[in-house]
T-cell receptor
Framework: TQLLEQSPQFLSIQEGENLTVYCNSS?????LQWYRQEPGEGPVLLVT?????EVKKLKRLTFQFGDARKDSSLHITAAQPGDTGLYLC????????????FGSGTKLNVKP | DTGVSQNPRHKITKRGQNVTFRCDPI?????LYWYRQTLGQGPEFLTY????????KSRLLSDRFSAERPKGSFSTLEIQRTEQGDSAMYLC???????????????FGPGTRLTVL
């Protein structure tokens, strides 16, 4: 079992729709990061959230860190084809902040 | 360009051969990570360096795998006697040390895609 569970695994939507991706764990994280990865490339950092309850906005993307620092969500408003990619959450647990755990990712396809 | 670089980007080899990958981190970052990613999965932690010291290794890192960071700058990952199951994307990431604004953030290179025939 993975330390970070992401859902859904796959998401195929039409341009203009909204969506939410979830990242859950039973462990407490010192921080969580969200990345987007395109085929054949390394993950690109989108955001880091560090405080329980924190909400960060990046244009049409809204990231939330749970109050207990065990979960996070990524909400995309009015999705565009350019948002297509693999979305990964990752974090370092409170007891070992040198090692990062990744979720298995959410593969998003936004159709024009 | 001040990002993380990895070479080669692609490597095709025959089973049983040795391969070596190189990672050049962001210059002021003293922490360096290696990950392996297979299709449809998130990256899996392999090993971590702080400066030249290898501080943690995953159980995934069998005896055939070795990583070095001799001068605390670039790093190499060598796989000996490659097997078909080693086919994957090998990712390197670097991270700033100390208590900077985002001490927990990693920055990834583009990866090396290994195919073992």
């Amino acid at each position: 079992t993975q330390l970070l569970e992401q859902s859904p695994q796959f998401l195929s939507i039409q341009e203009g729709e909204n969506l939410t991706v979830y990242c859950n764990s039973s462990s407490v994280f010192s921080s969580l990061q969200w990345y987007r990865q395109e085929p054949g490339e390394g993950p690109v950092l989108l955001v880091t959230v560090v405080t329980g309850g924190e909400v960060k906005k990046l244009k049409r993307l809204t990231f939330q860190f749970g109050d207990a620092r065990k979960d996070s969500s990524l909400h995309i408003t009015a999705a565009q084809p350019g948002d297509t990619g693999l979305y990964l959450c990752a974090g370092a647990i409170k007891d070992n902040f040198n090692k990062f755990y990744f979720g298995s990712g959410t593969k998003l396809n936004v159709k024009p | 360009d001040t990002g993380v670089s990895q070479n080669p980007r692609h490597k095709i080899t025959k089973r049983g051969q040795n391969v070596t990958f190189r990672c050049d981190p962001i210059s002021e970052h003293n922490r360096l990570y290696w990950y392996r990613q297979t299709l449809g999965q998130g990256p899996e932690f392999l090993t971590y360096f702080q400066n030249e010291a290898q501080l943690e290794k995953s159980r995934l890192l069998s005896d055939r795998f070795s990583a070095e960071r001799p001068k605390g700058s670039f790093s190499t990952l060598e796989i000996q006697r490659t097997e078909q199951g080693d086919s994957a994307m090998y990712l390197c990431a670097s991270r700033p040390g100390g208590s900077g604004r985002f001490p927990d953030t990693q920055y990834f290179g583009p990866g090396t895609r290994l195919t073992v025939l």
